[in-house]
């Protein structure tokens, strides 16, 4: 019996050929990267290809893997207190972060609001792209439902600050750290790191060598919500570091 495929049939069948391939590569991400160190980001070649295709062949986006325990307690405790707050509760997900984002989103069409955890911004630095879609979102839910699942708090917490973006081409921590304070992440002061946590809402526009006022603003009160979370001892306790 001869069977014919039709167009929509073959279509079917090249997405679900898709769907495995991509499944079995974020699989394998998330178990390989759960004790290997991260060589490189979604988002650091998604950088570094529209850098050569704009002809800008001197830019190189890179970072330098160091574990936790070659990073400032100051550095987690900064983008915690920046970023996600309830990290070392949650399951991937603020629920109620979502619930006052999308309000504000439906008063606010102009100034649109995230509520992306720590783990969410993980998923999508690691394994997608940049930009906001529905497409995105919903690989980015499944991703953080499987390093939630896989990896701790405490190695979500290292690949995320090993390759979150501080600056044009600055990928990680460490080399934050080196560029910005030509010092190692070890050593990082408070001031030091909730000023690189206050540039990562937009590390393109806003600048950690160059702050404005909104970005020591935000650095000053990164450090109140740093010191009212119980400052280093908020990750000790937590099993952070």
Known sequence: MIRKFTAGSWAKRILLRIVIVLAVFWGGG????????????????????????????????????????????????????????????????????????????????????????????????????????????????????GMETVWSKKRILTVYLNIAEFG??????????????HKPASRLTMSEAALLAAVLPNPVRFKASAPSG????????IMRQMRQLGGEGFMTGNKLY
């Open 30 to 145: 998330i178990a390989l990267f759960s004790i290997m160190p991260v060589p490189f980001s979604a988002v650091m070649v998604e950088r570094q290809l529209s850098a050569w295709l704009s002809g800008d062949f001197g830019y190189v986006a890179h970072s330098d893997w160091v574990s936790m325990d070659q990073i400032s307690p100051f550095m987690g405790l900064a983008v915690i207190a920046a970023e996600d707050q309830k990290f070392p509760d949650h399951w991937g997900f603020d629920v109620a972060a979502i619930q006052k984002a999308l309000a504000h989103n439906e008063r606010h069409e102009d100034r649109v609001r995230g509520a992306s955890t720590l783990s969410q911004q993980t998923a999508k630095n690691l394994f997608l792209w940049d930009g906001r879609s529905w497409l995105r979102k919903g690989l980015e839910a499944g991703l953080t439902l």
């Open 168 to 181: 044009d081409g600055v990928f990680g921590v460490e080399a934050a750290a080196q560029r910005y304070f």
């Open 214 to 221: 909104y970005v020591r603003g935000r650095q000053a009160w």
